[in-house]
């Protein structure tokens, strides 16, 4: 396995430093948000708009990639996204900030499409959920690091959209300088949303779920932090504890997921975070034991996508 992942360094330490940009951009725009004055429902609108572009960037990818191949579409997409997080912090309007989301996701879909597609052609049916939970290690670190780097500037200025395009920009080079060849395809063909749940319909529903839930944390989280916490601080270790408790588990989780029933491993981690939310809506908020729940939510959700994937 660790052959594999070395033959991939350049697109793992390249996601790696994107996720830190993208870390910090969400919880960024949410912060800057309510600064700005838009309304709750306004900046939940807005932050959609990632997830919409998410889902178009989904069937838009592997035609570029087909097209063009994994590096250029890589590259290609990430420069777009650096381009986007600088127009969010000259033109400040919810109906700009909508669009540039959507493209954002647009170019985040493609990306991690470049990069699972990659990885799981290193990888076979044993080794998958191993392989995949390491992608999602690096990922979860840099999103999770990307949390704290809010605190380097006020939310206010225009600072912190410069470093965001900076860190996309810096994750370019590792893929650019690589001498390591993309994955083949001899052929691809498509598959509709019903024949893959006819395949794996716990996968389908377990990914849907999973989704849902995350788009709620990472596009409304920062908002309902800023409500009740108190500071900026607090806000980025609210983020950070989902994603470090994610840090966590991704690895033993995804080693266990490989030995027993994934069915199993599923069920668990779902039990897991149920308790983990209802434990951080009955403490008190901003204390040691709230953060801990957060990040037990966090350890149960994060690996819950990786590990659907490799059941499907």
Not at 295 to 300: C, I, K
């Amino acid at each position: 396995m660790w052959k594999d992942l070395s033959a991939s360094w350049a697109i793992l330490l390249g996601i790696g430093c994107i996720m830190i940009a993208n870390g910090l951009q969400g919880t960024l725009l949410g912060v800057r948000a309510s600064v700005e004055g838009f309304s709750t429902f306004t900046t939940g609108i807005m932050m959609s708009g990632y997830f919409v572009g998410i889902f178009i960037g989904s069937f838009l990818a592997p035609y570029l990639v087909r097209r063009v191949g994994h590096i250029r579409v890589f590259s290609a997409l990430a420069s777009l996204a650096s381009i986007s997080i600088l127009l969010h912090g000259v033109y400040i309007s919810p109906l700009g900030w909508t669009l540039m989301r959507i493209l954002t996701g647009i170019c985040f879909a493609g990306i991690f499409v470049v990069t699972e597609s990659w990885l799981n052609d290193r990888a076979s049916n044993e080794t998958r959920g191993k392989v995949l939970s390491v992608y999602m290690v690096l990922t979860t670190l840099g999103m999770g690091s990307g949390q704290f780097l809010l605190n380097l500037a006020e939310p206010s200025s225009i600072d912190l959209f410069i470093l965001t395009s900076v860190i996309i920009s810096f994750g370019l080079i590792p893929m650019l300088l690589t001498a390591k060849p993309a994955p083949t395809f001899g052929g691809s063909g498509t598959m509709s949303v019903a024949e893959l749940y006819r395949a794996s319909p716990l996968a389908v529903i377990g990914n849907c779920l999973t989704g849902m839930a995350h788009g709620t944390i990472f596009g409304v989280g920062a908002i309902y932090a800023s409500h009740v916490l108190l500071d900026v601080k607090s806000i980025s270790i609210f983020m950070a504890c989902f994603l470090v408790g994610g840090l966590i588990t991704q690895w033993p989780i995804g080693y266990i997921s490989d030995r027993v029933s994934r069915r199993l491993v599923m069920a668990v981690i779902s039990i897991v975070a149920i308790v983990g939310c209802m434990a951080a809506i009955a403490l008190p908020k901003g204390s040691s034991v709230f953060f801990v729940s957060v990040a037990l939510v966090g350890g149960a959700a994060m690996p819950m996508y990786s590990i659907c994937i490799a059941y499907a």
